[in-house]
């Protein structure tokens, strides 16, 4: 397992580094937690939800963590352009391997991300429902950056270069997200949103984390957890197939 | 009979209509320094792209290591190592770290990783820079950390695509001189393309031409010669292949090439 943590390590260095970026892709979570939050805080009080923000941090949380999953998965688009994922293919080390240090590595920077937005929450005045369950809620970032950066992976697998990058950012991951009831209770939507959301694995993803820190759930813990697990596990093996065919 | 370093049986890529490869057979014995030599966009890269598993072939067969490169990928990667024709280091990382992450890759015990990175560095020049990042380096210094690279585990085959393009005359014959004495002391066979004739001519001992994917000469240097009844492999060369320039029909090529790989995917 050498391989795969060696690659770990790299994108952590990489993220490190990148400070830049890390500052960029902070900025998008914490503007939607303030202008959201704040803005729609007064009429989701009015309506008898309570504190918004406790409703959405969580959801805010998510948020980055797919964002950071799904960009760091497709970075293999990047490896392929300087020419790296050639070095890595060739190593006499199994794709599987360079999978899981990819994947792992999604998943550590989503948490670093989550976490820094979580700090950013507690200023603008969250407070977890229980602190114990903290290390449960990290567990969910955790599965849920798996999840997207193996999806990153297996999308980044099927293109040459960053031209469709909006279509992906806008077509699906937009709806991942905007439809996950990251941002709203999914409680009493239309009939055809709740089927969509209820099909959108973000969905078990946001619900677990709100569940772990706001102690609010809408599917319940158990389902949330053995949905999420599962669907890791499905991209993480759809992805491994994906970029066990690539060719460069 | 004894087990060939390759062997390459029919080997087809096909694009579409484009026939980059068109069913080359050669064999390359152990401790060979083989030169693989053609216009631009003759088949070369895409030959060593399939004898590294990078590719899949279209058709027929190639083993390397007497490993088949389909069926026993893995196999054929443990027993290799490369200079690709273009760049393939990670540029937000240092010198050093790229070395070391070779290292780790090719399973190099701890000890002699340190050891075998600080000598190459010290080798191509490099190691006064070992700190700084590769996005840093110019083009000469990324080729000559590439060549480091490659050579921090010695692989039982060396492919080399291009290797010393852009190197001043100092380096290259440093570098060649270097891999010629790995190939005589530890046996190592190299596999290697070049446009620089003289190259050819002065270190490999064996020669295949290729050209519109096609082999079109194979032998000794003598013989090559001989065949074409010509004084130098440059000449032959030109012989073999005509005098016109290949460079457009080998940049359309690349074009149509990128187009129908990108064709059914997004």
Redesign the interface.
């Given at each position: 397992m050498r391989g795969a943590y060696v690659l770990w390590r790299r994108q952590l260095i990489r993220y490190v580094r990148s400070r830049w970026r890390m500052i960029g892709t902070l900025g998008q979570p914490i503007l939607f937690l303030v202008a959201l939050g704040f803005g729609f805080g007064p009429i989701y009080a009015k309506a008898g939800g309570g504190d918004f923000i406790q409703f959405l941090a969580p959801g805010i949380i998510a948020m980055t963590v797919l964002f950071t999953a799904v960009f760091s998965g497709m970075e293999t688009i990047w490896d392929r352009q300087i020419g790296f994922l050639k070095e890595t293919l060739v190593a006499p080390v199994s794709r599987f391997e360079i999978m899981l240090g990819k994947t792992l590595g999604g998943a550590t920077i989503s948490i670093v991300q989550g976490a820094i937005v979580f700090l950013v929450t507690l200023v603008v005045g969250y407070r977890p429902e229980s602190w114990i369950m903290l290390p449960l809620a990290f567990l969910f970032m955790f599965l849920i950056g798996m999840m997207f950066t193996a999806f990153g992976v297996a999308i980044a697998c099927n293109m040459e270069d960053m031209q469709a990058f909006p279509i992906i950012l806008n077509f699906m991951i937009m709806p991942l997200f905007f439809l996950s009831g990251a941002l709203y209770p999914l409680e009493g939507l239309p009939k055809t949103l709740t089927i969509i959301s209820s099909f959108n694995p973000l969905s078990y993803g946001v619900d677990g984390l709100r569940q772990t820190l706001t102690g609010i759930s809408y599917f319940g813990f158990g389902l949330d957890f053995v949905v999420v697990v599962f669907v890791s596990l499905v991209f993480f093996i759809l992805g491994s197939y994906m970029f066990s065919r690539v060719q460069v | 009979m004894e087990e060939k370093a390759i062997e390459v049986k029919d080997l087809k890529k096909y694009y579409k209509s484009i026939k980059a490869v068109d069913g080359v057979s050669f064999n390359v014995e152990k401790g060979d320094f083989f030169a693989f030599l053609g216009p631009n966009g003759a088949g070369k890269t895409t030959t060593i792209?399939m004898l590294?598993?990078?590719?899949?072939p279209t058709d027929g067969e190639a083993r390397v290591n007497g490993k088949d490169v389909t069926k026993d990928a893995?196999g054929v990667?443990?027993s290799?190592g490369?200079v690709?024709q273009?760049?393939?280091?990670?540029?937000?990382?240092t010198a050093y770290?790229n070395m070391y992450?070779?290292g780790?890759?090719?399973?190099i015990e701890r000890k002699l990783r340190k050891e075998k990175i600080e000598k190459m560095l010290k080798f191509v020049g490099l190691w006064d820079r070992k700190d700084s990042f590769v996005k840093t380096f110019s083009g000469g210094m990324k080729r000559r950390l590439e060549i480091a690279r490659a050579l921090i585990h010695t692989p039982q085959i060396l492919f080399l695509d291009e290797p010393t393009l852009g190197l001043d005359p100092q380096t290259r014959n440093h570098i060649w001189n270097y891999v010629k004495e790995l190939n005589k002391k530890e046996g190592m066979t190299v596999f290697f393309t070049t446009h620089a004739m003289e190259e050819a001519e002065k270190y490999a001992n064996k020669i295949a031409i290729i050209d519109y994917g096609k082999i079109i000469a194979f032998g000794t240097v003598a013989e090559i010669k001989k065949k074409t009844r010509t004084k130098t492999i440059e000449e032959a060369f030109l012989k073999l292949t005509g005098h016109s320039i290949r460079k457009e029909e080998g940049s359309s090529k690349d074009r149509l090439r990128?187009q129908a790989?990108?064709w059914g995917?997004?």
């Open positions: - | 792209k590294t598993t990078l590719l899949n893995f990667r443990k290799f490369i690709f273009d760049q393939s280091l990670d540029n937000e990382l770290e992450f070779h780790v890759l090719y399973r990128a790989k990108s995917r997004m």
